[in-house]
């Protein structure tokens, strides 16, 4: 019976650490999106949250906004590699977004291997559509699975629609988006 217990003692010790370390995760950046336990989506972390990243297990930081964004950091790849974790900036502009950084993107994506990934903007809209595209394009997800974690930041609209169709089409892939 003592055995019992202090095996289910244990296991709820697991239960609340877990809950505890997706509350952690949670408070990373606006937006967080945990896709799958490798790879997650943020708004722009700050500072403390990108000195903090390889103790949270991720080896690979992909930041897709311009440097001079609104509420980027200056050092974040300083910071960010100072802690072992690899580190690279794809500037996507805003209102101009290329299939070359699809590809760049993708490129990184592939050479991650097993690593922990944290894809990054500022409000996690590039990032989240970023990751959705590489899902559906190289992973072969389901669009319909993949989108869901897209809508859970934001409708991509206008360019951003345009340029989601523009991957999907290159790549044979049919998807219907929402029509809000």
Known sequence: ???????????????SMSGEAIA???????????????LHTAGQPDEAHLSSLASRGYGL???????????????????????GIAYVNIPVDWQNPQYADF??????????????????????????LFTFLYRVVHEQ?????AYRFVSKVWEPKDQWLA???LVLNKNNIQFEFSKK
């Open 163 to 165: 340029f989601a169709r």
């Open 141 to 145: 997800v389901d669009p319909k699975e």
């Open 61 to 83: 930081v992909i930041n897709i906004a311009p440097p001079a964004s609104r509420g980027s950091i200056a050092t974040e790849g300083k910071l960010v590699a100072e802690t």
């Open 24 to 38: 952690q995760e949670q408070e990373l950046a606006i937006n967080f999106v945990a896709v799958s336990d490798r």
């Open 1 to 15: 019976m003592m055995r019992v217990i202090k095996i289910l003692t244990s296991l709820l010790g697991m239960v």
């Open 103 to 128: 590809e760049l993107f993708s490129g990184i994506m592939q050479q991650a291997g097993t690593r922990r990934v944290l894809v990054h903007c500022q409000m996690n809209m590039r990032a989240s």
